[in-house]
T-cell receptor
Framework: DAGVTQSPTHLIKTRGQQATLRCSPI?????VYWYQQALGQGPQFIFQ???????QRGNFPDRFSGHQFPNYSSELNVNALLLGDSALYLC????????????????FGSGTQLSVL | DQQVKQNSPSLSVQEGRISILNCDYT??????FLWYKKYPAEGPTFLIS?????DKNEDGRFTVFLNKSAKHLSLHIVPSQPGDSAVYFC????????????FGKGTHLIIQP
């Protein structure tokens, strides 16, 4: 079975542009989580989508928005890109997701490396 | 303010010996702790977890210890193998899962032959 797949692998944008990152969860998983991992840091929670709605959100500005489609795949959109948005963006999925059950394990994709020039 | 701290950016251990990775947390609302392992160009993969009602959880060569009063957890790998060379992230989450997983910065474990 395929794991979590993310596209593109690498994305280069300039300041002020918009970036769109895509994620397909593991088959049967209904909840998608997005994390940002800056160089030398651990992943930071951006938000979670479940049943096509944003359920939880970390400390990220409104420039970061998302969407979940009926097939459970998801997009992360970052508007008005800043140099500081350069990072590895990780998508994860889990079976359930209304809230986050503490005994659930997240399955991560390999990430999209976003570079803002 | 970092709520999950991994104070050792890297750790070098000889093959066959024990690897001990440490993690401290500050948020007393955390009630579930996880360790993830990450190879270059791959996403983190779940390794082992522990609930705050336990002080030890074991899975094969991996054991996680939790000291709630000290807000400290550690991951023991015995015996260490070359394939264990990776970055290890400690993560924590509170009841109900608000704010998602909070990760530390990671420890790069290098197993020397």
């Amino acid at each position: 079975d395929a794991g979590v797949t993310q596209s593109p692998t690498h994305l280069i944008k300039t300041r002020g542009q918009q970036a769109t990152l895509r994620c397909s969860p593991i088959s049967g998983h209904t909840s998608v989580y997005w994390y940002q991992q800056a160089l030398g840091q651990g992943p930071q929670f951006i938000f979670q989508y479940y049943e096509e709605e944003e359920r939880q959100r970390g400390n990220f500005p409104d420039r970061f928005s998302g969407h979940q489609f009926p097939n459970y795949s998801s997009e992360l959109n970052v508007n008005a890109l800043l140099l500081g948005d350069s990072a590895l963006y990780l998508c994860a999925s889990s079976l359930k997701g209304q809230g986050y059950a503490t005994n659930e394990k997240l399955f991560f994709g390999s990430g999209t490396q976003l570079s803002v020039l | 303010d970092q709520q999950v701290k991994q104070n050792s950016p890297s750790l070098s251990v000889q093959e066959g010996r024990i690897s001990i990775l440490n993690c401290d947390y500050t948020n007393s609302m955390f009630d579930y702790f996880l360790w993830y392992k990450k190879y270059p160009a791959e996403g983190p993969t779940f390794l082992i977890s522990i609930s705050s009602i336990k002080d030890k959880n074991e899975d094969g060569r991996f054991t996680v210890f939790l000291n709630k009063s000290a807000k400290h957890l550690s991951l023991h790998i015995v015996p260490s193998q070359p394939g264990d060379s990776a970055v290890y992230f400690c993560a924590a989450i509170g009841a109900g899962g608000a704010d998602g997983l909070t990760f530390g910065k990671g420890t790069h474990l290098i197993i020397q032959p």
